[in-house]
Structures are given as C-alpha cells and as structure tokens.
C-alpha cells in the first residue's frame, strides 16, 4: 500500500520535547495559512525605497518607481517554489508544524513548537522538512513526482513543472531521472 497514507491524509506523530503528539495531514488550509503568512511579510515596495530614493540619479530613480509599481501589480499569491523554500527554513518549519500539531492539540502553542526545535535548529528543520514534504506528498521518497515523471505521460509532465515552475522542477526531474 505504498503511498495510501499519503492518499488519505493519515498524518503521523512527531516527537516534540519529551512529549509525542498525532500530527494532522499537510492540508489544503495549512497551505493556506503559509500562504497568507508569507503574504502579511512582504514589504510595500514603494515603501522600500521612499527613504532612498533620492540618493540615486533622476533616471535609476524613474525606473526604481516602475519596478516598484510594476511589484505592486503583481497578483496577491505565493507559487510552489516560495512555499517550499519556507517550509524548508527553520522559521517555516516551525510554523508548519505548529499547525499540524494544533489540528489534533489544540492548547500546543508556538513558542512550545519553537522552543523544541532550539535544541538543534538546523536538524529540526530538516527533520521536519521532510516530514511535512511525506505528508504533503511531495517527497521524493514518496516518488508521486517521481512516478509522473516516470510515466512519461508529457501531459502529467507539463502539468507537474507548470505547478513546481522551471527552476524547482529542473532540480526534481534531474535527481529521479538520473
């Protein structure tokens, strides 16, 4: 049954402290709310460099105020990419954990999140990287990307890289089809 956890949404358990918690299934909503945080972080763009502008010449200026109206255009959203640098940073990964551990313990607060992975920042992040990757389903030991890429099905393909863009793509389809 390689694969039905992931299908289903089983979630798993995790190890927080000296405590074990069932975790939640990567959803829909948790995706969600890492959307909406990475949004509530980015910095007006015209804000960003009202204070400075003048100490560049009155033709980088015109263009800094393009480009700054040109950020401000773009659709309010995140892509795959951004989400899955996030999740995979210390801060990300503890923020993501938090929620999925608040699903089934709703009195786990952050800073108790936080406080666990201080122990050893750097592994907890991967650790839990890859966790939230197995239960999201985009792992590569879960190979559901790996299985499309496989299948050679150019339609699945392009639909695959069309979600993950060029770049995060290039470094799935390299390391499973080498």
Do not use: C
Request: glycine content about 8%; aromatic content about 8%.
């Amino acid at each position: 049954m390689d694969g039905l956890s992931r299908a289903i949404g089983a979630g798993s358990i995790i190890k927080l402290g000296d405590k074990v918690y069932q975790i939640g299934p990567m959803t829909l909503g948790v995706y969600g709310a890492v959307e909406q945080y990475l949004l509530s972080k980015r910095k007006d763009p015209l804000a960003l460099i009202r204070d400075r502008i003048e100490d560049f010449p009155e033709h980088l200026q015109k263009v800094m105020v393009e480009l700054a109206y040109k950020d401000l255009k773009k659709e309010n959203k995140v892509d795959f990419a951004e989400v899955h640098q996030f999740i995979h940073s210390q801060e990300g990964s503890v923020f993501v954990v938090w929620h999925l551990v608040r699903s089934k313990h709703p009195d786990v607060t952050y800073e108790e999140v936080n406080a666990a992975s201080q122990k050893d920042p750097i592994e907890f992040a991967y650790r839990m990287a890859e966790l939230v990757d197995q239960l999201g389903g985009t792992d590569l030991k879960g190979k559901l990307i790996g299985q499309i890429l496989a299948s050679k099905n150019e339609t699945a393909i392009l639909a695959i890289k069309n979600l993950l863009g060029d770049e995060l793509f290039a470094s799935y389809s390299t390391s499973i089809l080498d």
